[in-house]
């Protein structure tokens, strides 16, 4: 498992889980810096499989917002996928007044977000 002063990254079966440290994600030097991180995750594998949990996430600023199209573009380019979970209710309607639920697949947990972030878009050609 890796660590930043803002993340825990670990490797779950070929998936990379990102999990915040912090409750609240506010500061803008701490979203930059996890941003950066996290698009780091992406150079580093433009394939990546990708969850980001957001179970211990009570608040976050609309720059995190942000910093997540930034991610969800890089990853679409590398052909990668990430999906979210762990989402409370207030900051999930957060994503909802801001249509990113439609843009991110979010499921409940780490479990079934396993599960999604693995499953192959089957391919005519």
Do not use: R
């Not at 990102?18 to 979203?31: C, G, P, Q, R």
């Not at 950066?36 to 995750?41: D, E, G, I, R």
């Not at 573009?73 to 979970?85: A, D, E, P, Q, T």
């Amino acid at each position: 498992m890796s660590e930043s002063k803002n993340l825990l990254v670990s490797n779950q079966d070929g998936v990379t889980v990102v999990s915040f440290v912090h409750s609240k994600l506010l500061d803008e030097t701490n979203i930059h810096e996890l941003g950066a991180n996290l698009l780091k995750l992406i150079d580093i594998d433009p394939n990546i499989k990708m969850v980001i949990n957001f179970d211990s996430v009570e608040y976050l600023s609309s720059a995190v917002l942000g910093k997540l199209m930034a991610i969800h573009k890089k990853v679409s380019v590398g052909k990668g996928k990430v999906v979210l979970c762990g989402i409370v209710p207030n900051v999930l309607e957060v994503f909802k007044i801001t249509k990113l639920d439609k843009l991110f697949n979010i499921e409940s947990d780490i479990k079934n977000s396993l599960k999604s972030v693995k499953k192959v878009k089957k391919s005519w050609f």
